[in-house]
């Protein structure tokens, strides 16, 4: 027996199905959802080829080559982005700076632990003496300023303050088990110092590197002014030397404030530029940008391959994770400096 189909109702059969479709899936519409989007990457298929890979990286870090350090804000915990995880950096850069050192969560010491097992990256902390010291001065003015009201209060001592602070910071270290830590330091001028300015940055100095010399860290980073540093003998401890060179609008700027901070005893043979990713704030056009409207941390990187009276060891990236938001990609500069002073063997 002979069946008639009518095309006419298949088309409308199938016209009524496609419009249905659409009105139900109006409900998804209406209550957006945030999707996870995966990367893919060798991780997710073959484990022993991302085995293979983990292990060329290892290599890579273990071998000589013109390092990225990165300083990574990790002050909020809520994670909701994928670059508040540690785990989202760059596989190539060699050395983490925590922001935030004390307090991490269980997330954090996980991803720590696969940055330094899996990828051979070092991890690390800054305790910055500018910053504690404008926390201490603070903490002074404002009991003086009680204490001038007549209320009943004592005013600390700033050394007093001052060891106890350093004390809990130099604990970090083996609290969690730290590769190494970095000593920030500005501090002032030597130029034309008092008597009484000599005194206090001699008792400071001496605060910070007797404490620097019981921490048996195996790396060991000055970020700030070396200049500033009384008896410039002690740099020599460090295996790099951080310059503050972030603020240069140009690469011959960077040279300008490389030759002010490496006058006669600065180690000249271990020395890191830095630079900025541009800022998140719209109305911020400066931060992280040349004079000419160029990214600062690709000039630098350009720079870094330049011939000069020092040896020039790599670049720090200051607030590492505001480069991961970029509309092109994940960490753009950061990933174009790595490859500018490292460049990947053509195939």
Known sequence: ?????????????????????????????????????????????????????????RDYKAS??????????????????????????????????????????????????????????????TIDYDAIARSIDTE???????????????????FDRLEQELDIRFALFAKYGYDGLCLGYMGFSLQFPTVADTERLTRVQDMLFQRLNNVNAKLLLFAGLPENIIDRSRLEQFNYIVLQTQSALDMSQIDVIAAASLQTGVP??????SAYPPSLDPTD???????????????????????????????????????YYNSASDYKYTREAIEIMNPSPKK
């Open 1 to 57: 027996m002979k069946i008639k189909i009518d095309l006419r109702i298949i088309v409308l059969s199938v016209f009524f199905i496609s419009i249905a479709g659409v009105f139900s899936s109006c409900d998804d519409w209406t209550l957006p959802e945030s999707l996870e989007i995966e990367k893919p990457s060798v991780e997710t298929g073959n484990d022993a080829l991302y085995q293979q890979y983990l292990k060329n990286l």
């Open 64 to 125: 000589y080559h013109q390092l990225l350090i990165g300083w990574f804000d990790n002050s909020n915990k809520t994670y909701v982005s994928r670059g508040m995880h540690l785990s989202s950096l760059p596989d190539k850069v060699d050395i983490v700076s925590l922001m935030e050192p004390d307090n991490l969560t269980n997330a954090e010491l996980d991803e720590i632990a696969s940055l330094k097992n899996d990828k051979g990256t070092r991890v690390i902390y």
């Open 140 to 158: 002074i003015t404002a009991a003086e300023d009680a204490l001038n009201e007549g209320e009943s209060v004592v005013v600390p001592d700033f």
């Open 268 to 273: 000249a043979d271990r020395i890191i530029v």
């Open 285 to 323: 056009t400066k931060t992280g940008v040349f004079a000419d409207g160029s990214n600062s941390i690709v000039g630098t990187a350009k720079w870094l391959k330049t011939p000069g009276a020092f040896t020039k060891e790599g670049l720090a990236v200051y607030r590492i994770n505001d480069d």
